[in-house]
């Protein structure tokens, strides 16, 4: 199961943020380990630069978007298997 089929497959579920939160044009919220409600996820190419990122050293491929609520307000950010950990 892919990273995207498995985000799809939680929604509604809870998802933790392994990294920090990089909004545009800023530096990191030095918030790793925040719990987020996931609301949908997408591949790449159906969101592009709408999305801001928990990121790491991976290559575009890698990333999914996901919908998560976040400290309240809904946001669309990139994610790899290794920012994020389902609860």
């Known amino acids: 199961m ?3 089929e498995t985000l799809q497959a939680h929604k509604g579920g809870l998802i933790r943020l392994k990294t920090e939160l ?3 044009w800023s530096r990191g919220d030095n918030n790793p380990g925040r719990i987020c409600l996931i609301l949908d996820a997408a591949r790449k190419s159906a ?3 709408a999305a801001d ?3 790491r050293s991976a290559t575009p491929a890698d990333y999914v978007a ?3 609520l976040i ?3 809904s946001a669309w950010i ?3 298997e290794q920012d994020v950990e389902l609860l």
Do not use: P
């Open 53 to 55: 990122g928990a990121h």
């Open 66 to 68: 996901a919908h998560l």
């Open 71 to 73: 400290d309240g307000q």
């Open 2 to 4: 892919t990273l995207l």
């Open 78 to 80: 990139w994610v790899t």
């Open 47 to 49: 969101v592009d630069g």
């Open 22 to 24: 990089y909004w545009r």
